[in-house]
């Protein structure tokens, strides 16, 4: 049973996705992190007033914080605790990586407890075997999941949620990995056909070409599912310029 003040603060990442043009989501792994956010206001280049719109909570920036590698070895009590202070000096929404996620089984059961406290979303990403940080690159073997396995985790998380609307992002590494547009689309594909109701798709490309070209076939073919961006590695580019290549969402 999810309480009704809950549900509210679940519910704030669809509303905003349907007001805005694109939303401008930051990194967080405390609870001072999340006040100075809660602060922040910038001029954007027409003199008004922008601010982050939602938080983000990487595995990376998590484990990093602990002193810890970033291989999923970060107990999800430890987030969520993390959470839990966020979520005491601000309202916004929260969307947290999930890294694999696991086992179907595990990850329905830690999404569970996420949508318990208010999280929004959870990004789960298409690779597996030990985590490697995709920021790595070819550097690192990365290991693709095959794409029916990682659609039916998606969908069998779809089917166990306890809140509708807490989102799932799926996240295609297809890039990181070595894989095809064309794969990548397929991945997107399936995963939306799966029930995932917003696609992430990273790159380590400082020009982003790869990212440019999937989101112009991507845009077309499914308008109304959001697309996310996270340019750690593209980061020249503005938010606006982002929006406009197709990012509905922007994660720094």
Request: glycine share 4%; proline share 2%.
């Amino acid at each position: 049973m999810i309480e009704n003040s809950v549900k509210n603060r679940i519910v704030k990442l669809h509303s905003l996705l349907k007001q805005k043009d694109f939303l401008r989501v930051i990194e967080t792994v405390n609870g001072l992190e999340a006040l100075i956010i809660e602060n922040t206001e910038l001029p954007d280049e027409n003199g008004n007033a922008k601010r982050f719109d939602a938080l983000w909570l990487s595995g990376f920036c998590h484990a990093a914080f602990k002193g810890m590698p970033d291989n999923e070895s970060v107990d999800i009590s430890e987030k969520i605790s993390a959470i839990k202070e966020i979520f005491a000096v601000t309202d916004k929404p929260l969307i947290i990586d999930l890294d694999t996620g696991g086992n179907a089984e595990k990850l329905c059961n830690n999404i569970q407890e996420l949508a318990k406290i208010g999280v929004s979303a959870a990004v789960i990403e298409d690779k597996k075997g030990v985590k490697r940080n995709s920021l790595y690159g070819n550097d690192k073997i990365q290991q693709m999941e095959d794409i029916e396995v990682f659609a039916d985790k998606i969908r069998c998380v779809k089917e166990k949620t306890l809140a509708d609307d807490f989102m799932i992002f799926a996240r295609i590494e297809s890039f990181i990995a070595g894989e095809s547009i064309d794969v990548a689309i397929e991945r997107a594909e399936k995963y939306i056909e799966s029930g995932a109701d917003a696609i992430v798709i990273h790159s380590i490309s400082q020009e982003a070409d790869d990212i440019f070209a999937f989101a112009e076939i991507y845009k077309k073919r499914f308008p109304d599912i959001p697309l996310v961006f996270i340019p750690t590695a593209y980061n020249s580019f503005t938010d606006t310029e982002l929006y406009k290549k197709g990012a509905d969402i922007i994660i720094y």
